[in-house]
């Protein structure tokens, strides 16, 4: 039997199969296309998204494979060589400091990948297998059994827990007879991806959006490479247009109008044929088996937050799966999961559907679509569930989506402030990859003693204490921040979100947190379907 199954080689599988593997956790994934994406898809990474790669070491590669930040700027005009077309600019030196040591990037799926792929294959040799197709699933309380296809030849698996991150029409999760809510067919479109010498047309304001609009033509261009590789949005919204007839003449005559460029030279590389939808599975967890990424939850492009929502999914499971792994977490933790991801995904939907509906009413109406923060979304999304240990505050005032305000409250992400001069080192950076983080106060003398105890619960603990790595105006603002006298502390959680808060000296240590990973305790009204039998 193997650990952990991973179903689907898009983003979010490969991210949970890096994430298990640096984790030491022996993960098999199986891709049933041959290759990684063609069709750059997604394409924002967003600051959160970043932070979790940048914990993973893998920023800078990524950072690396994606567009200058100078490139996250959004064009709207009649077409995209209009010289009366508005440019606003929002990355990082147009818009006052985002509290993060890093920041969204482009990175189309295309390009990111690859790249993700090569680090999952270092980190889970052999266990990488694209080209095989998941063809039978039997689900029992103790794993599931899977019937795999490659190359004509099959073969049978088990693995005692299965991820499905198989895609929107996940064929998991309609095996497992878990519905899906929310508005689907929202909105029709067609995705052209293609190639044109563009880039002469914008080199003096590369963005990541260019808004075509026009009479009896609305779509935009999206940036893959701002140069020569581009994709092309048709939105055939209430226009009476057959998206499955148009051909290749069709599709370039499309994209001359838009770019205002009659004579444009344009090689048509694929097309896709889409409609938008924001829905949310009904659960989370069947048994054994998780849904993660656009299998667990599909939100409309607009806001980008479909593929960085499956980003955290990863996250948030991996840590949890390896902790029951390795014998120092309860498999009771897992159940937090579902009500842990679930609400944000919920969230993330609305949002993305709220954005979608704007955009519509804006085309129709001629008016610009309104612009829509989504910090709060981004950075300031909570959990509450057993594996957080709640201090009764209530969460930061303002609005949820717009407004992130830094707080040390539980189940909160740990606040960022840069830790020297140089700017290099992060708060964030200080939480452990494996096992639990306390970040504790100058004056905080009971902090060695919560090692021991940890030793005795069996739980991996890591210990920094904020003396002189800090100022100390810049520490008494991050302690203020975070709730907590010089002699509090946080416990982190390996996804960097706070697991119990101690403004001044506990008590009785931090046995209830050891008790609690040890032994999570169900919600009141949480319950999860016990898994069935025989499922194929």
Same mark, same amino acid.
């Given at each position: 039997m193997i650990p952990v199954l991973v179903v689907g080689g898009g983003p979010v599988g490969l991210s949970l199969a890096i994430r298990l593997g640096q984790l030491g956790v022996p993960a098999t994934l199986v891709e049933q296309h041959p290759d990684t994406a063609v069709f750059?898809?997604? &394409?924002?990474?967003?600051?959160r998204s970043m932070e979790i790669f940048r914990s993973w070491e893998l $920023?800078?590669?990524?950072?690396?494979? *994606?567009?200058?930040? $100078?490139?996250?700027?959004?064009?709207?005009?009649?077409? +995209?060589? =209009?010289?009366?077309?508005?440019?606003? /600019?929002?990355? !990082?030196?147009?818009?006052?400091?985002? !509290?993060? !040591?890093?920041?969204?990037?482009?990175?189309?799926?295309? &390009?990111?990948e690859p790249l993700l792929r090569a680090h999952a294959q270092r980190l889970q040799p052999d266990?990488? &297998?694209?080209?095989? $197709?998941?063809?039978?699933? /039997?689900?029992?309380?103790?794993? #599931?059994?899977?019937?795999?296809?490659?190359?004509?030849?099959?073969?049978?698996?088990?693995?005692?827990?299965?991820v499905a991150a198989d895609g929107a029409r996940s064929g998991i999760r309609q095996r497992l007879d878990i519905a899906m809510a929310g508005p689907s067919g929202v909105s029709r479109n067609l995705n052209?991806?293609?190639?044109?010498?563009?880039g002469q047309h914008i080199a003096d304001r590369p963005c990541a959006v260019y808004t075509i609009t026009q009479p009896g033509l609305h779509g935009a261009f999206l940036a893959v490479d701002n140069q020569h590789r581009w994709l092309f949005n048709l939105v055939a919204d209430g226009d009476d247009v =057959?998206?499955?007839?148009? =051909?290749? @003449? %069709?599709?370039?005559?499309?994209?001359?109008?838009?770019?205002?460029?009659?004579?444009l030279t344009v090689t048509v590389v694929?097309?896709? /044929?889409?409609?938008?939808? %924001?829905?949310? @599975?009904?659960?989370?967890?069947?048994?054994?088996?998780?849904?993660?990424? =656009?299998a667990a939850h599909v939100t409309t492009p607009y806001g980008g937050f479909g593929?960085?929502?499956?980003?955290a999914d990863a996250d948030n499971l991996a840590w949890k799966l390896a902790a029951v792994h390795h014998g120092w977490a309860d498999p009771a933790l897992l159940d937090t999961y579902d009500p842990e991801r679930r609400p944000v995904a919920l969230a993330s939907a609305a949002e993305s559907h709220l954005r979608l509906v704007d955009t519509i009413d804006a085309q129709r109406t001629g008016a610009p679509p309104r612009g829509r923060p989504s910090e709060g979304l981004v950075l300031g999304y909570h959990y509450t569930s057993a594996a957080v240990i709640s201090d009764g505050t209530d969460p930061p005032p303002g609005n949820p989506v717009a407004?992130?305000?830094?707080?040390?409250?539980? *189940?909160?992400?740990?606040?960022?402030?840069?830790?020297?001069?140089?700017?290099?080192?992060?708060?964030?950076?200080? #939480?452990?990859?494996?096992?639990?983080?306390?970040?504790?106060?100058?004056?905080?003398?009971?902090? !060695?003693?919560?090692?021991?105890?940890?030793?005795?619960?069996? #739980?991996? +603990?890591?210990?920094? #204490?904020?003396?002189?790595?800090?100022?100390?105006?810049?520490? %008494?603002?991050?302690?203020?921040r975070c709730g907590l006298r010089d002699d509090g502390a946080l416990l982190l959680r390996p996804d960097a979100h706070v697991a119990w808060r101690t403004p001044g000296t506990p008590r009785d240590g931090i046995h209830e947190m050891m008790d609690r990973v040890r032994q999570p305790a169900p919600r009141p009204g949480l319950r999860h379907p016990r898994p069935a039998e025989g499922v194929a």
């Open positions: 750059p898809k997604g &394409r924002a990474l967003s600051i $920023e800078k590669d990524i950072t690396a494979a *994606g567009l200058p930040r $100078e490139h996250l700027a959004f064009y709207t005009g009649r077409t +995209l060589t =209009d010289p009366s077309g508005t440019r606003i /600019v929002t990355g !990082p030196g147009a818009r006052p400091p985002v !509290p993060s !040591p890093t920041y969204t990037l482009l990175c189309s799926q295309d &390009r990111l266990r990488i &297998r694209f080209g095989t $197709e998941l063809v039978d699933l /039997v689900v029992d309380p103790d794993g #599931v059994t899977v019937g795999l296809r490659s190359g004509g030849r099959g073969d049978r698996l088990r693995a005692r827990y299965l052209i991806l293609f190639d044109a010498d563009l =057959d998206l499955d007839s148009l =051909d290749d @003449a %069709a599709c370039i005559g499309l994209i001359r109008a838009a770019a205002g460029l009659p004579d694929g097309r896709q /044929v889409w409609h938008a939808a %924001a829905q949310v @599975a009904d659960r989370f967890r069947h048994g054994p088996v998780f849904l993660a990424g =656009d593929m960085n929502c499956g980003i407004d992130y305000v830094p707080t040390g409250r539980p *189940g909160h992400r740990l606040p960022h402030v840069w830790l020297d001069q140089g700017e290099t080192l992060s708060t964030l950076d200080l #939480v452990a990859g494996e096992g639990f983080t306390l970040l504790a106060g100058p004056a905080a003398a009971w902090a !060695p003693t919560a090692v021991q105890q940890a030793r005795h619960a069996g #739980v991996p +603990l890591t210990v920094h #204490v904020l003396d002189d790595a800090l100022s100390q105006p810049t520490r %008494a603002d991050f302690l203020g």
